[in-house]
């Protein structure tokens, strides 16, 4: 059975940083391309951050381009978000996805990431 | 303001059909596959559809995709109260390079 599950949310300061974690097991995690996308209270879904099987190469919303770096360890199946100067706008739950030709087949139970101060 | 266009809500009765539409362009869904999300209060999206027309294991047959052009749409036939969610459309989007979702539309059960 497919399984993410992530971790790493929690309050954070503006201005600060977090990084989040994705446990991948179930299925070979070194084959499959992973997504971020995250949903503010209340809102839709927003594509965040993909990245290769490797990790050679990854993309990013505009939005959030220049402070999050997506990230992967093969060996530990595991998917990162780096959160860097944490903004109000951030606020959402930030859900790991895997990737099935640019469609997110199957999603973790998310791990919300709250910013105030 | 989502590049994707679905309807905010629908409704129907028990029992009855209803579609929810998908609007794009022909960067997005007019060269892509589109698939479609069910998020459930209090949970995690679930994919529905994919690559257009697509069930999962496990996905009743009273969903269904289907694509024309520059929009998709999502049927369900036969509503139940537990149908009762969020839909979203999702799809690449090959100018912005980005995966793109709807807005997402909020099925009401009546």
């Known amino acids: 059975e497919v399984q993410l599950v992530e971790s790493g949310g929690g309050l954070v300061q503006p201005g600060g940083s977090l990084r989040l974690s994705c446990a991948a097991s179930g299925f070979t995690f070194s084959s499959y391309w992973m997504h971020w996308v995250r949903q503010a209270p209340g809102k839709g879904l927003v594509w965040v951050s993909r990245?290769?099987?490797?990790?050679?190469?990854?993309r990013y919303a505009d939005s959030v381009k220049g402070r999050f770096t997506i990230s992967r360890d093969n060996a530990k199946k595991t998917l990162y978000l780096q959160i860097y100067s944490l903004r109000a706008e951030d606020t959402a739950v930030y859900y790991c996805?895997?990737?099935?030709?640019?469609?997110?087949?199957?999603w973790g139970q998310g791990t919300l990431v709250t910013v105030s101060s | 303001q989502s590049v994707l266009t679905q309807p905010p809500s629908v409704s129907a009765a028990p029992g009855q059909k209803v579609t929810i539409s998908c609007s794009g362009s022909?960067?997005?869904?007019?060269?892509?596959?589109v698939s479609w999300y069910q998020q459930l209060p209090g949970t995690a999206p679930k994919l529905l559809i994919y690559?257009?027309?697509e069930r999962p294991s496990g996905i009743p047959d009273r969903f269904s995709g289907s694509k024309s052009a520059t929009s998709a749409t999502l049927g369900i036939t036969g509503l139940q109260t537990g149908d009762e969610a969020d839909y979203y459309c999702g799809t690449w989007d090959s100018s912005l390079n980005t995966v793109l979702f709807g807005g997402g539309t909020k099925l009401t059960v009546l």
């Open positions: 022909t960067s997005n869904i007019g060269n892509n596959y």
């Open positions: 996805v895997r990737d099935l030709h640019a469609q997110a087949d199957y």
């Open positions: 690559e257009n027309y």
């Open positions: 990245i290769n099987f490797d990790g050679s190469s990854t």
